[in-house]
């Protein structure tokens, strides 16, 4: 069964640093692209950032670029956040998603997303 | 990255036909025939519908369907059941490796 599992979320003060976790089984992990994709509590889905395949390319939207690094260990199917200086409208569940075979047509499957909350 | 512009609500009765747009700009939408949507039931985790405008992924009922015409998307719903009340998130690749969401339509069946 394909399958992308998040962990790592959590309770964190502003300012503060956390990363998450994506672990990935049921398919050839390192064939394919990754995202982070976000969602505030009663808001609608954010992009967040995208690494190719091998973890030699990684983009990011510019409310994260600079806050936030994405990378990737084919060898353990897992794919990171790692998130610094955070802020409070950086509370959101999480999601990471695999980018369809064709990379920029979309995100075909979803993990169930990990819950950051950052306040004092 | 200019969010995508999505109705906030639409509705319709079993077995009628809805629409949801999406509006974005020539830089995104406009630009690139790689327009996704998603639905999102509640308390889950987002569902592809439709990618590359108008593919329908395996397992995808034929009821949905995308199309695009300038800077806007479509997904229509047709022959509505009960079970496709979701909130419906469209996406558009928008150049340099970026992608941009709209805001969601929650879809109502009446």
């Known amino acids: 069964e394909v399958q992308l599992v998040e962990s790592g979320g959590g309770l964190v003060q502003p300012g503060g640093s956390l990363r998450l976790s994506c672990a990935a089984s049921?398919?050839?992990?390192?064939?394919?692209?990754m995202h982070w994709v976000r969602q505030a509590p009663g808001k609608g889905l954010v992009w967040v950032s995208r690494i190719n395949s091998d973890g030699s390319s990684t983009n990011y939207a510019d409310s994260v670029k600079g806050r936030f690094t994405i990378s990737r260990d084919n060898a353990k199917n897992t794919l990171y956040l790692q998130m610094n200086s955070l802020r409070a409208d950086d509370t959101a569940v999480y999601y990471c998603?695999?980018?369809?075979?064709?990379?920029?047509?979309?995100?075909?499957?979803w993990g169930q997303g990990t819950t950051v909350t950052v306040s004092s | 990255q200019s969010a995508l512009t999505q109705p906030r609500s639409v509705s319709g009765s079993p077995g009628q036909s809805v629409t949801i747009s999406c509006t974005g700009t020539?830089?995104?939408?406009?630009?690139?025939?790689?327009v996704s949507w998603y639905q999102q039931l509640p308390g889950k985790a987002p569902k592809l519908m439709i990618c590359d405008v108008s593919k329908r992924p395996s397992g995808v009922p034929d009821r949905f369907s995308g199309s695009k015409s300038g800077n806007t998307a479509s997904l229509t719903i047709s022959g509505l059941q009960a079970e496709d009340e979701a909130d419906y998130y469209c996406c558009s690749f928008a150049g340099t490796y970026t992608w941009v969401f709209g805001g969601g339509t929650k879809l109502t069946v009446l």
């Open positions: 020539s830089s995104d939408v406009g630009g690139y025939n790689y």
């Open positions: 049921g398919f050839t992990f390192s064939s394919y692209w």
């Open positions: 998603a695999r980018a369809t075979i064709f990379g920029v047509s979309g995100m075909d499957v």
